[in-house]
């Protein structure tokens, strides 16, 4: 079996509920403390063992590439002054992993974002993690949680949590025959549905692990929801095959999506830091609101 070295990240989307900042920033690039959520993202993936990264871009693609090449002014500036910890952090970014991009033209679904990296992926089992769903696991990162359960079933993985009926009105529903500790075996994937049609909390939470025949599915996709080209339906169809496990994965998600998804990433990060717990605490402590 092939091992999981590449990822797919797409970050194409206008970023609406953040406007008016991301009229000119691209959405990904909100900051959790000093770090973009798309660094935070990738870390994620390095950690995870992959080498080689597309990110599918859009909007204001731009600044996402600056970030992750060479700044010569920039690293003069830092050299001269000493400023070797800013330094470096800022050449991180630049050596994570083999990074490539790819322009997504019409911003007509997720599945649509996944089959622009076709090329890329080959015939190779890949990741993917959408630009909205920040995780944290100090130590087992997300998506190589996901890519151990691959390597034990050769197909492909969704990561999950049970969530809210009322929330999985706004992701998907994993309907599934049986359980064996946190895996599960896929049978159907709906996205969307309604409340009334809700027939499992389960939901897919912006961590894949995919085998390449979804690409063949892609091409024969009709529209669903929105009148988008859904990955979620790609996913149905390859379930429907018995060909996807869902792991209930071990970690925390911040959805980017939201304004308030996003105030809890900065909280919980800044709760995290050394520098910044005592006072940070000390302060929310103190807020009488």
């Given at each position: 079996?092939?091992?999981?070295?590449?990822?797919?990240?797409?970050?194409?989307?206008?970023?609406?509920?953040?406007?008016?900042?991301?009229?000119?920033?691209?959405?990904?690039?909100?900051?959790?403390?000093?770090?973009?959520?798309?660094?935070?993202?990738?870390d994620e993936?390095?950690?995870?063992?992959?080498?080689d990264v597309m990110f599918v871009v859009g909007y204001k693609n731009a600044v996402i590439k600056d970030h992750f090449s060479p700044s010569k002014e920039l690293d003069e500036v830092l050299l001269e002054k000493g400023k070797t910890e800013f330094y470096n952090a800022v050449k991180?970014?630049?050596?994570?992993?083999?990074?490539?991009?790819?322009?997504?033209?019409?911003?007509?679904?997720?599945?649509?974002a996944i089959e622009v990296a076709k090329?890329?992926?080959?015939?190779?089992?890949?990741?993917?993690?959408?630009?909205?769903?920040?995780?944290?696991?100090?130590?087992?990162?997300?998506?190589?949680?996901?890519?151990?359960?691959?390597?034990?079933?050769?197909?492909?993985v969704i990561g999950c949590k049970h969530v809210s009926r009322e929330d999985v009105t706004?992701?998907?529903?994993?309907?599934?025959?049986?359980?064996?500790?946190?895996?599960?075996?896929?049978?159907?994937?709906?996205?969307?549905?309604?409340?009334?049609?809700?027939?499992?909390?389960?939901?897919?939470?912006?961590?894949?692990?995919?085998t390449p025949d979804a690409f063949s599915i892609i091409e024969?996709?009709?529209?669903?929801?929105?009148?988008e080209y859904q990955f979620t339906d790609v996913l149905d169809v390859l379930s429907r095959k018995g060909g996807v496990t869902a792991l209930e994965f071990e970690g925390i998600r911040y959805d980017m999506g939201s304004r308030l998804g996003y105030l809890k990433a900065n909280i919980e990060f800044g709760l995290r830091d050394p520098e910044l717990k005592e006072e940070l605490l000390s302060y929310i402590k103190s807020l009488n609101v």
């Open positions: 079996m092939n091992k999981v070295k590449k990822a797919v990240i797409p970050v194409a989307g206008y970023g609406t509920r953040f406007l008016p900042y991301t009229k000119a920033v691209p959405k990904a690039m909100l900051p959790i403390l000093n770090k973009p959520a798309i660094q935070i993202i990738l993936v390095v950690k995870s063992g992959i080498t991180y970014p630049e050596t994570m992993a083999n990074i490539t991009f790819a322009y997504q033209e019409e911003l007509t679904g997720t599945a649509i090329e890329f992926v080959g015939n190779e089992p890949f990741a993917v993690l959408f630009g909205d769903d920040v995780m944290f696991n100090e130590n087992k990162p997300v998506i190589g949680q996901l890519i151990s359960v691959f390597e034990k079933t050769g197909k492909t706004k992701y998907a529903s994993v309907e599934y025959s049986s359980v064996e500790g946190s895996v599960y075996s896929v049978t159907k994937i709906t996205e969307k549905p309604k409340l009334e049609n809700v027939k499992s909390t389960l939901s897919p939470l912006g961590r894949y692990v995919v024969t996709l009709k529209p669903s929801v929105n009148g």
